[in-house]
């Protein structure tokens, strides 16, 4: 149960969703471009939100929830203070 489920703000404002055991290592191969060729034309800014304690098959379940979810729900997972520092476009 070392699985997490991450969300990171983009240079884009766009919101990229994935799982990872490490989100130091797996967020440094997206800004490296390593990792997702979504990130190809965009760059990673930060982790805005992060679920962790979930096995591979619970993280998996759950990004493909988040995936499914639109901007505003995506949103509204962030504590209100981190929200209020987000751009809404």
Known sequence: ???QVYIILCSDVSLYTGITTDINSRFSKHADGKGAKYFRGRQPLKVVYLEKGHTRSSASKR???IKAMNR???LS???SEKR???PNY
């Open 72 to 74: 505003a729900e995506k």
């Open 77 to 79: 997972l962030f504590p």
């Open 1 to 3: 149960m070392n699985w």
């Open 63 to 65: 990004d493909i929830q």
């Open 84 to 86: 209020l520092s987000m």
